[in-house]
């Protein structure tokens, strides 16, 4: 059984098979391939666009979806091995996920980082009790280490505009923001990335490393496809001839030292303008959105010839079309 919760899940033939029937799909009719299919969404966190664009990739395929936003009409879930549930949570995964098992084809799963420790989020506690109780293939809508979908969604985006991605140069940005955000989107941009063999350079003030297992699995992807990983903590240089930045906050790492308001501490990381001065004439701005204007990224880019954050979102719907095909059609 297959499951879609990381980048390792599609190894680099994956990411290509995805990329190609998403491309094939959009360019042409919408095809019924989910009829009598239902995809069971568990929302630990809120959403626009995954929501959204699952739902109508269910509706259009010709399936359903059924929606649960957890403690909002629905049991709050416990997760925790050995857990005393004598608090608010009534349910345990345990239970939960092999349940609703028996009443999808596939269960999928937003449930965002704790920011309490980067290695305890890179273990994915929750994502991974789902993927191993249920019955059913299991789906990241973003996780505590990745955003699978968000990061093949990107790499569309890329790879429409570029026509091809093995050896892009592309940018990823940290931004300040106002408070820690979890880092499972600049973890799936860098890994997917890396899997389709790009020249991807990190660029993040001191402090605020991304986890090393997902760095190396970046390398061993890079490896694999001919392309780089580098890390900086010079934006200018981390841009200089690079045809995508990808402006993304997120919080430190642990242990770093660092306390929350140090993703404050860096107002010169907003993403403007005279970031794209020394960039490739044809580069493009993206983002996962949601995105605080002003704070994370100026106006003149959000609004300026380089942004393809709307196409992005766009891309969520086509990429997971595929995906769903990729995981059904074993
Ligand atoms: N990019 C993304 O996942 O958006 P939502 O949080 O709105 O789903």
Known sequence: MRHATGIQDFGTAGVEEILAQALAWKQGPHPKHLVDKILGMVFFNPSLRTRASFEAVMARGGGSSIVLE???????LEDREGA??????????????????RYVDMLAV???ASGVSDDADNADPVMNGFRNLGTVPTISMESAREHPCQGMADLLTARETFGSTKGLPVTLAWAPHIKPLPKAVPNSFLLTAAAAGCEVRVAHPKGFELHPSV?????????TMGGSVTVTSDLDQATEGTRVIYAKAWGPSTPSGLGPEAVKAHPEWLCSPRHFDNAAKDAIFMHCLPVRRNVEVADGVLDGRWCRVVDEAENRFHVQRAIIQWLLNT
């Open 70 to 76: 957890v403690g909002n009409g629905v049991w709050k």
């Open 215 to 223: 760095m190396a699995e970046a390398q061993a992807f890079a490896k």
């Open 84 to 101: 005393v549930m004598n608090g608010d949570k009534a349910e345990h995964i345990k239970e939960a996920a092999p349940v609703l098992s």
């Open 110 to 112: 937003r449930t965002f």
